[in-house]
Structures are given as structure tokens and as C-alpha cells.
């Protein structure tokens, strides 16, 4: 007998599959952590019914928090936001071109009253997205709190193994 | 007994009313040539549904072009271009931070398929979406073609008296 | 017979009390939501024991939100971010060189695992630091998620005043 | 016997032959909507007369648009716009350097008066200034209205075959 | 009897008279050094024929140097640059957007074999584009090397007079 | 009687006298430690034999470490660099024109083999460059150091004290 | 036996051990001037204790400069000079993204008060960090000022080998 | 019996010999004019004093431009330029980071009284270097007006010829 999949409560959009390869650290660390999402690909230009029907409906349909990510003209973010009042995290994409300045700027620079929760360029970003939604679906589960502490002491712990490695690489100039 | 006005050919939407001094010479240019238009505030993230309900209907009620000016992440011309097939033209505004790169580089960079006319930063380029509405409307309308090679003869005037009142300067240093 | 306070929920910290006249618009954004908020200069670079001892202890203290304002190297917000598991806002401030680009890389651009959930550059930041910490709120609290769908409803008044007053300016134009 | 081939309505102009491939998108989706163009390798710098000349006698020759590629110090379309009173569309081209910042300031930055139609940096403007052209050709033929909502539906569904692709690899990661 | 003025030898062409302020410098500079020269007012976009004809008979009328002054995307040098084998000096004007990094990269990323000399942003560039036409006169007028020479010892005692200044206000420190 | 004036330490240069109010502070900060320093205007470009001249001999003349503060093109550092082998501090300065990025790339993008120590661009690097003279001091003079250390609790104090002045805004807010 | 290792003078401190490659370049320079030095791996957000326990007991431990290096939002640098009176130098790295601006901003606008010595993007910065220290270090023993005009002389004799090169390659193309 | 060489009349600095693959365009093209030329390895602030003597020397032993190319905080140009009233062409060469901005900026932002004739970044530079020189060379020399009006018509031919192979393409497409 198969289990009911548990409601997703994270929407991680994206402008287009090509984003995935970047994005799937974000939906891998929110399962690390045990929070469920779904993943979706919404342009803001090329759908923008989808977009506005999947930021109206996402509170009613139980998620909490939305990831979006987008390049260029980035207005993914900024467009899901302007439909739903749950907090919209938005992850800038380098393009090939003006390195990501163009979507960071696109992703950021939101006017007062719909704000964009802009995490960095790339890869850090997309982790941090997820560590974001995180950090918002602890205010209500305090299990994920206890867990966020446990993931920074990983990062300690990983910087130590960093520092270890660089101790070794030392002993072979000072001898 | 009043004359019925002619219907907009060109639907000018800014983000803010801050935006009216600016976006005035738009519309004063196109009434110089004689082209009805309307004006809108209509903000992409502060009223969305305005936002679609303007582009989808735009065609439908007559518009042939549509200009949008917009600050920061300025997403307004890509999200009415998202709803339209009508040419869209950005004209980027610059706020008081980053100079306007913002703007011009979210108005600029849209993804293929969903293509924003940009023009100039600030004053030249509310008179050059204009200038540019004129240029697509003189498709069908050749009276328009002879007033943009009339305007090039003004410009063309203007830097000569420009030329005038330099050699007027000159004189004073050459004697 | 006084009332005891309401605890603080959200605190709103800043690099010099020169960036209060920016940030007032934070704490009031927040009192007209009813959130309860405190605020505390704070510089990474010159009370970096105050800073540690602020996020370390924030949580424990009630705190559910953290908004961090500065500017330059403005490394406040990344610095608190890594002492607490609470989300954090940075509200990247420009000052006279640079237009803010420097603060603006300096807090969006954090490492894996450390997110700053960054908003946009001056007044516009300011408001939004705010709504993004009640959007963080309204986890928990559902009558945050009503006011804030009736703050939607208001700036979109906002705007259809602002197109009222285009219109009579057409009028001046048009006739 | 052989049909004449029908007269070209917009004219794809590059700085160099080494712009091909990249301008080859611009040929080819005029081609798609079945709107005839032609190609030419002028250089603003190298070649000013030819560019003067081609611009000058552009309308006279029956095109209706002008799509002007270039890089650096990008003066093609402005050129253009110059010696027509046409739509000039213009795409910045990036070099290794300034990853085309260069070319899209000094396309865009145009004087009031003289507008260039910037589109986006790359492959991006290689398809939208022919989309843009399209958009403006079907000023005066409803036709290409039609295809371009064709267009928009065909966006619409490569998104939701990518979005199909997003929920394959879910699976993967959720079981 | 009025004596014949000398014919200029070099010719300052702006693309506004509001221009003027700034490049009064370097007639000024041209003046005090006795090179004869012209100013014209002349647009690449709105004046192209005036442009290409004062280009193409710079030589022949007797300049022997171009300096060519614009901001934006600043085409002007580039243009007269395309119509002689003159040396063209490019001084890039800053506008009140962008601070000039547009005009200063649309004057100076020319492409091979079309060279512009470009000088420095605003003031230091209005007088820096004559000194370096008069180091170019110089190649056949031994005469203006000398005062070169001379030219640059007084930039040398203007900053030992700053460096007295300096002493002074010193000496109100360290009493 | 007068006594002798102390034998300057520090060499504070700058290319401008205009430069004077700004590198006021780094002359004042010195002072305040008791540090005596010595002034003087020398532009790498219109006094280069002055340049070297100063740097060639600051070692034999007792200075240990040599500040240089420069805008645009801002070489004065790295030219002093070339001469010596003191640790050269560079100080940014910002001209109207690019908001200092000129300068600081100018100043910080040394080759390998010749630093420049820089700081911050506009006031707050003019105050840095005197710190860090003074802890590059305090290698040899442990006085310095106690010094630094009270005047870290100084600005620790002063970040205090704006705290208690926003304490007193929140009331007002907060009642 | 075994003779006691020399107490480190530097402690060069980087953000991962991803960034010894670079950094080694450091460590190598101080070796070949005989300048003892440890190095670790601490993440001024990821071991914010660490970082703040390492700059505190920095100056007890005998450390007399420290060399930070980070990239992105590179707060390493200003969180050690927090904790500090010592010298700190700060290395920006640029990661694949913006280039390393952001790295350089985040290193070098520190607020007055709290100095971070900034020296170049990349491997020339690595290098120059320790040519840096060593420089501060020659404060207290003149043996290294000697050591370092050595330098300065093998820099010149490879600059004159450079230019033995090039006078080969000139041979080719002039016989 | 071997003819003697003829002196030099261009100076070709450049600050690495890894800098020759680039540069070797501009010696080239000056050879292809029948101008000769020498090439120097010489590093502003590795080898000051040969870099002095250069240039103080120049004008003597001959020559009649100095063309300096150096990438990063580029000050040779500048420094040459300080030393001699002949004209100086900057070169700035883009290193792997800022892409070639920090070696613009440092090259053509010099200060009134000392230019610096600015060219483009990269390989259109190292040619226009040399063009430059060469219409600088032919206000002495006729014979070089004459080859340079050959060569505009050579580009021009460049052109035509690459416009000849984008037809061929068309053809493909258009059958």
C-alpha cells in the first residue's frame, strides 16, 4: 500500500527547464531538511496566466513559501509576488551575458510594497533559497529549527575538514 | 456641439504618477503628430490584473502600440508584452540609486520570443518612444511618414541654430 | 494603570543611527501591521561583540525576524546571519559613492548555507524589509496574511488614485 | 519557370559576416512568419556610405524595417536611424569584452529625436528583433496578428513540455 | 585693414551647443597655444550629410586634426572617423544618467582600422583633447613642442603652488 | 624656546590641493594618535620627478609608511609604490564623474610585486588610511597599540550613543 | 633532534580550502623572505566563532599581520579587523560570477574607524598580500627592507628578460 | 653589405612580454605602412626609471609616438605620457578579471594637461594603436595619407566581401 506523497508546502518555479541542473540543489536541500515542494516551470513572459494562476492559488493550495528563479529580465519573482502575499524568494541567474547583474537588478529592485526575498547569484543562491524557506517554515515547525542548528554545525564542521586539508598542504612548504 | 474625440492609437502606462513629468513629452510628442493616446498608471506589481486586462484588451479597443515607463525592477513593459502581440516600447526610467541601469536592463533583457522596443534612459528616450510610435503607426499611415521626414528637417534645423550661437561664442574668444 | 508592552517580534537593526531616518519606515510599516518591533544600532565592524551577542541571543529572546540596514561593506546583516537560524533581511543602503552597489553585492551575495534575504536599495527596502518579515509573521498568525491582502487592496488604490490624477492632466493636453 | 521572388519588407543589416550565426535567427524567423528580408554586411565605420546609402534608399526599395546587429562601439543602427525615417531595430552584439555592455549602451542611448527599437543582448535580440519587426509589419497585415498568437501559444506550450521534463526528474528525487 | 584670420588647423565639432561650456576649454587651450581652430555644431543622428560632408573635406579645407565631442551613445567621433584618415580625438561627455560610462564606451571601443584618440570624461578631457592635438600639430611645428615643454612646467608650478597651499593649512594643525 | 619639531612618520600625499578637505581627516587622525606626519601635493603625472624624487628618498628621510590619495586615472600610488619599498596606502578619491570606480581600480589593481594598501573611497578611507598607518606603526611602537585599543572602545561607545538616540525615536513611534 | 619551528608572524586566513590554490602563492612568498606564517580556513559566516577567536588572540599569539581572503560577499577581512588592532589585508577573490566586483566592494568600503589594507583581484593580490606584510614587518627588522630591494631588483631583471623576448620576436617580423 | 636599419619613429611599450601576442598586431601594421618601429618590455612600477628614461629619452633618439599597452591599474601610458610632450596611445589590455574595465579607466582618465590617446580594449585596439600612429606619422609624411586612404578602401573591400559570403548563406535559407 503507497503512502499519500505529504502536501507540498514550497513551489520552486523556474523560467525554464534549462534552469534545473541549478535549481535541483534547491529542491534537494529542502528534502534533506524533510520539507516537501513541487517544482514547476513558469515564464513570467511566455505564461503569464500560469504564473498568475500559480502564485493565486498557491496559499490555497496549502504552500507556504515560493522560490522563483529567472535570468535577464528577471520579473518571475517580481511577478508571482505581485499575486499572492506569501513570502516570494527570488534567485537571480547568470546568463551568459552581463554575468547575472542584469537579473540580480531584475530581482531586487522591487518597489515598496511587494518585496522579493533576493538571495546571491547561482549556486549559492539556490541552496540559500531553500535554507531561506527553511529558516520562514520554522517560524510555525520548531523541529526545523533544531534542524537548521544541526546544519550549521555542518558547515562548521566542513570548514574544519577545509582547514584540515590546507594544514596538510602547509606541512608540505614549511616541511 | 462637441465633436466625438478620435480613439487612442497609442496606450502610454507608467508605473507611478511621479512618472508624468517625464512621460508628458511622450504624449505631447505624438499629439504634435496629430496621434491620439491615452495615459495609464498602472503598476506590474501593484496591480497585476490591471496590468493583463489593459495589454489583452489593447488590440480589442483600437490601441496599435503600447509605451511603458518604469523605475527599479522595471517589469511593466515585459508584463503587458507577456499579454499583448501589440509592439510594446520600454522606456526605462532612472530612480535616484544605480543611476537607471536597473531599469534599462530589465526593461531590455527579455527572453526570445517576448521582445520589449527599449529606448533611451530619461528625457530622450520619452520623446523617442514616441518618435518610435509614430514610426510603426506610419506603416499604415503614409500622412505620418511625411511628418517624420518634416521633424527630421527640424531637428536638423534646431542643430544648425545650435551651429549659430556656437560661432556667436566662437567670435568672443577669436576676436 | 499601564499596559506591559507586547514583546518584539521583529528586530530592526542598523549600522548608525544616520540610517534611522530611512529605517523609521520599517518600524512603521511594522506598527501598522500590530507588530511588535525593537531597534538597535548595531555595527559589524566597531560593536562586533554586540552584534554576535544580539543574533546569538535573539531567538531566545522572542525574536522571530531579523532586519539588518548598512551600507558600504555592509557586512551587518551577513554577520548576524551567521550567529542566529532566524531568517534575516538586509536592507542594503546607499550612501554617496558607488550609488549602493557596493552595499547592495555585499549582502545578496552570500555563501551557501548562510542566506540574506536581500531587499531593494533605499526607502523602497525599507518598507519591504517590513512586508517580507510580516509575510514571515503571517506563518503563524493568520490574520497578518488578511492585513496584508487588505495592504495589496490599498496600494492598488494607491495607483488608481495616482492614474486619476494622470487623467486630468491628459485632459490639460487633450481638451 | 521561376516565381519571382517576393520583394524583401525588412532589411537584416550586421557589422560583420562573422555576426552570421547569430543574425541567422533573425533570417530565419522572419522566414517562419513568411515575411521575405534581405541581408547585408555593412560596417557604420568601414563602410559609411554604403550605410548611409542603404538606410536613404531603404523605404524607397519597399522595406519597412531595418534590423541593425552590432558590437563594441555599436553605431550601425544609429546610423541607420540617422539617414530613415523607418523603425530601426537594433540588437547589441557582445564581444569577449565588457561582456556587451559597450554595444547595448551605445545601441539604446540614442538623442531625442532619433530612436533605435533596442532589443536584448544575443540570441535573445537575435529572435525578438524579428518578432519586434513582425509586430510592427502587422500594423497593416492582420495576417501576421494571427500568427503571432500563434507564436505566443507555441512559448506557451514549449514551457509546458520543459515544465513535463521538471516533473520527470521530481520523481527522481521524491521517489 | 583687417588681417586675414589664419585658416584652423584643427576643427572642434559638438553634437549640441550645450556642449559649448565644456569644450570652450579646448578652444581655449588651442588659442593660448596660437592654433587656429573651427567649432562646429554637428549631430551624427540629426545632422548625418553635415557630418560626413565636414568629415570628408576636413583635409581638404586644411584641418589637420578632428576633435569631436558627445555624450550618450556618443557616435559622433566614430562617424567623422568613418569619413577621413584625419586623426579624430573623442572626448566623451557625461549626461546626467550613467555618468558617462555610455558616451565614454561608444567613443572609445571603435573596431579595427577605425581608430578614435579618445580623452577623458568632462573637463580634464575638454582641455586634454587639445593639448593632444596640439602634441600632433607638433610633428611638423617644431615651434609648439617648445611651448609644450613650457605648458608643462607650469602644470608643474601650479602643483607646487597647491603643494604651499597645503603647507599652510598644515601649519594650522601642527601649529 | 621652541622645540623641535618631531621627524614626520607618515607621508601623506595628495595630487590636488583640492584634495586638502578631504585628506584633512587622515592628517587630523595621525595627529590625534601623536603621530607627526608631513603633507605634501605631487601629481604622478604633471610632477613625476617630484614623485620620485619623494618616494626615492622618504625611507632615508625617516617617513615609514607613505599615504597617496588620487581620483580618476589615480596612478599617484602605484607611481610611489615603484620607489620604494614602504608600505604604500592608496585613498581613492571620487571625482564627479564614474562615483570613484575609476579611481579605486586605478589604485587597487596592482601587478604582482608592488602593492598599494587601499582603503576605502571619500571620507571614510581618507580615516583608514590613517589607521592603518598607525597599526602598521604599532609594529614598533606597542604605545600605538593601546591607543588603537582605546580608540576601538571609542567608536564602540559612539555606536552606543546612537543607539540611545534611536531608543528615543522608537518611543516617539511606540509611545 | 628536531629544532622548534619559528612563530608565525602572518596568519593568512582564507574562506574554503577551495581557495589554497591561490592563497599558496602567499604562504610561498613569505617562506622565500623567511617569514614564518600559519594558515587557516575560517568562514567569517559559516565559523563565526572561530573567525572572532582567531582575531582576538591573533596579537597574543605573536601574529603581528593578518591576511584574509574571500570572495563573493567577502566579509572575512572586515570581521577580523573587527576582533583586531593588527594590521589586516584583504585579498578579494572573484569567484564565476560578477566577476569579482562584488569581492572587491565587500573587501575594500569599510566604514571609518576599522581599515581593511585591499589589495588586487587574483593571483596578483595573492602575491601582493605578502609582499604587503612583509613591508609592515620591515618595521621592526631592517633585514627585511633589504630583502625587499632585492626583490625590487629581480622584479626589474624579469621585466629586462621580458623585454630580451620580445626584441627576439621583433628580429622576425623586421630581418 | 647589410643597409642599415631606419630609426624608429613609433615606440611600442608594453608592460609583459605576454602581452606581445596582443601587440605584435600593432607592429605589424605599422610594418605593413612602412613605418618602423621598436618594441620595449616595460613595467611602470617594476622598472620606473627605465620607463622614465624612455620616455624622457624619446623624442632625442627619434621618435614621434609612443604607444603603451598595459592591463589592470594600467598606469604606463600614463606615466609615459608624464615624462614627454610627444603623443601618447593607451592601450588597455582586459586581464582575466573586470574584463579589461580597471585597464580602461586607468588609461584614459588622466587629468588636464597630460593625455592620453585612448583606444579600444583587445585586438581592435592593438591595430588602432597603430592606425593612429600612422595618421598622427602622416602629418609630416603624405605619402602615409595616401596608404591610409588605401587601406580605408581595403576595410571597405573587407566588408563587401563578407557581405558576399552572407548572401551565399541567405541563398540557404531563402532557396
Same mark, same amino acid.
Not at 70 to 92: D, E, F, K, M, S
Given at each position: 500500500m503507497k503512502l499519500r506523497k505529504p502536501r507540498p508546502e514550497v513551489g520552486v518555479v523556474m /523560467? +525554464?527547464? +534549462?534552469d534545473w541542473p541549478l535549481m535541483e540543489a534547491t529542491v534537494k536541500t529542502l528534502a534533506r531538511f524533510g520539507v516537501p515542494s513541487e517544482s514547476r516551470v513558469i515564464s &513570467?513572459?511566455?505564461?503569464p496566466h500560469l504564473a498568475r494562476a500559480y502564485a493565486a492559488s498557491a496559499a490555497r493550495r496549502g504552500l507556504r513559501v515560493i522560490i522563483a528563479a529567472a535570468g535577464g529580465a528577471a520579473h518571475l519573482a517580481g511577478v508571482l509576488a505581485a499575486h499572492t502575499v506569501l513570502p516570494v524568494i527570488g534567485v537571480p541567474i547568470e546568463g551568459g551575458r552581463l554575468k547575472g547583474l542584469d537579473a540580480l537588478l531584475a530581482t531586487v529592485q522591487?518597489? &515598496? /510594497?511587494v518585496p522579493v526575498a533576493t538571495v546571491a547569484l547561482g549556486p549559492a543562491g539556490a541552496v540559500n533559497a531553500a535554507i531561506l524557506a527553511i529558516q520562514i517554515l520554522a517560524q510555525r515547525r520548531s523541529a526545523l529549527t533544531v534542524k537548521l542548528q544541526q546544519y550549521k554545525r555542518e558547515l562548521e564542521a566542513k570548514v574544519r575538514k577545509g582547514n584540515a586539508q590546507v594544514q596538510l598542504q602547509m606541512r608540505k612548504i614549511h616541511g
Amino acid at each position: 500500500m503507497k503512502l499519500r506523497k505529504p502536501r507540498p508546502e514550497v513551489g520552486v518555479v523556474m /523560467g +525554464s527547464d +534549462s534552469d534545473w541542473p541549478l535549481m535541483e540543489a534547491t529542491v534537494k536541500t529542502l528534502a534533506r531538511f524533510g520539507v516537501p515542494s513541487e517544482s514547476r516551470v513558469i515564464s &513570467a513572459h511566455r505564461t503569464p496566466h500560469l504564473a498568475r494562476a500559480y502564485a493565486a492559488s498557491a496559499a490555497r493550495r496549502g504552500l507556504r513559501v515560493i522560490i522563483a528563479a529567472a535570468g535577464g529580465a528577471a520579473h518571475l519573482a517580481g511577478v508571482l509576488a505581485a499575486h499572492t502575499v506569501l513570502p516570494v524568494i527570488g534567485v537571480p541567474i547568470e546568463g551568459g551575458r552581463l554575468k547575472g547583474l542584469d537579473a540580480l537588478l531584475a530581482t531586487v529592485q522591487m518597489p &515598496a /510594497g511587494v518585496p522579493v526575498a533576493t538571495v546571491a547569484l547561482g549556486p549559492a543562491g539556490a541552496v540559500n533559497a531553500a535554507i531561506l524557506a527553511i529558516q520562514i517554515l520554522a517560524q510555525r515547525r520548531s523541529a526545523l529549527t533544531v534542524k537548521l542548528q544541526q546544519y550549521k554545525r555542518e558547515l562548521e564542521a566542513k570548514v574544519r575538514k577545509g582547514n584540515a586539508q590546507v594544514q596538510l598542504q602547509m606541512r608540505k612548504i614549511h616541511g
